[in-house]
């Protein structure tokens, strides 16, 4: 149990770690750019662990939505050579919310949700389709 605490509180550290480095660099290669959702295979909601009942709703037409306690507002996905960036709005330079594409796994993706280490949780009964 302890190696396992252990293992994890090293993979998030190397998180943080990446992350900030990443903020520091930000050459031409760096640059958030605009993505289409479907680059990213995200559909459906994601839960965001730990949060107060927080998710995030990919949708099939390319909206992307912040539900908390029955409230949606819009956000819009930026993506580098190194990951994903989540913004309340289309101009914004820097991003709430960042995912390394290393730390995405099937069904959940770790990364940094307004300066809290969080997990992206794929909520299975709201998937579209039975092939995702």
Not at 36 to 44: D, N, T
Not at 58 to 70: E, M, N, P
Not at 77 to 96: L, T
Request: glycine share 6%; net charge positive.
């Amino acid at each position: 149990m302890k190696k396992v605490v252990l293992f994890i509180n090293i993979a998030l550290f190397s998180l943080v770690l990446s992350y900030c480095k990443g903020c520091k660099k930000q050459s031409n290669d760096s640059q958030m750019k605009d993505i289409e959702l479907k680059a990213l295979s995200l559909y459906g909601e994601w839960r965001i662990l730990p949060s107060q009942n927080e998710k995030i709703v990919f949708y099939q037409d390319g909206r992307i939505t912040l539900k908390v306690l029955g409230k949606e507002k819009n956000l819009y996905i930026k993506a580098d050579k190194d990951g994903v960036g989540f913004f309340y709005n289309h101009d914004d330079i820097k991003p709430f919310g960042y995912f390394l594409y290393d730390e995405r796994g099937k069904n959940e993706w770790f990364g940094v949700w307004e300066e809290k280490l969080v997990k992206l949780s794929h909520d299975i009964k709201s998937r579209q389709s039975v092939l995702e």
